[in-house]
Nanobody
Framework: QVQVVESGGGLVQPGGSLRLSCAASGSIFSIYAMGWYRQAPGKQRELVATLTSGGIIKYADSVKGRFTISSDNAKNTAYLQMNSLKPEDTAVYYC???????????WGEGTLVTVSS
């Protein structure tokens, strides 16, 4: 079992920055990928960025050049640095961890990011 807990959401003005954190616990040795997804009101959950244990990173086209995913293995924590935020980035952001041989997905409860003036 893996548990992930997000933090760092909040209200920010357009053009501003936020950093989200995702702390993992439990069977962390079995995690081989972590990522961030988001869900805006009335829309489906979508991928924002993912990072594998091998260092492969993937970003959604809408956030390329603005968001950066990273991890601190010593702290069992993944981060999402979000710069040049836009109102359309407003959403609940969820942390995801993929674990085990069959690739079980674990999700956090989400953290709300609101971009508004």
């Amino acid at each position: 079992q893996v548990q992930v807990v997000e933090s760092g959401g909040g209200l920010v003005q357009p053009g501003g920055s936020l950093r989200l954190s995702c702390a993992a616990s439990g069977s962390i040795f079995s995690i081989y990928a972590m990522g961030w997804y988001r869900q805006a009101p009335g829309k489906q959950r979508e991928l924002v960025a993912t990072l594998t244990s091998g260092g492969i990173i993937k970003y959604a086209d809408s956030v390329k050049g603005r968001f950066t995913i990273s991890s601190d293995n010593a702290k069992n924590t993944a981060y999402l640095q979000m710069n040049s935020l836009k109102p359309e980035d407003t959403a609940v952001y969820y942390c995801n961890a993929v674990s085990g041989i069959v690739g079980i997905n674990y999700w956090g409860e989400g953290t709300l990011v609101t971009v508004s003036s």
